[in-house]
């Protein structure tokens, strides 16, 4: 009985565990799709260049220059994150809805973690 017990305990604290760092990488998952949509210059903290290039509109060549990032109109859906230990698969669709510009498109983001943080290392976008 006892075995059984400290078994169901192990089981219910790697659930937890593994929710736990769920929620934390969909947060960091947020974050790098905002920095990414709205060109900000940190964005080196969050993603390689590579990554910016792939999901930044105006990088991608989906708009002209005069692109102006507007979080009202940004909608960042489930984001589902497959991990294991250091390195995470996360999926997530993103939409944007402008007056004169806008998209729907499923993500697929690969992370890291670095110094506690949530890393975008690549970046696969289903148009």
Known sequence: ??????????????????????????????????????????????????????????????????????????YIGFVFPLHFFGVSLAYVTQQYTGEHFGFREPVRLTLQLKSGKWYATGASIQP
């Open 1 to 74: 009985m006892k075995g059984k017990r400290l078994a169901l305990s192990l089981i219910i604290a790697f659930v937890a565990a593994y929710i736990g760092f769920g929620a934390w990488i969909a947060h960091d998952t947020k974050r790098i799709l905002v920095a990414a949509m709205s060109g900000d210059p940190g964005y080196t903290e969050y993603m390689d260049e590579a990554v910016y290039h792939d999901i930044h509109p105006v990088q991608r060549g989906m708009t002209d220059k005069d692109y102006a990032y507007d979080p009202a109109v940004h």
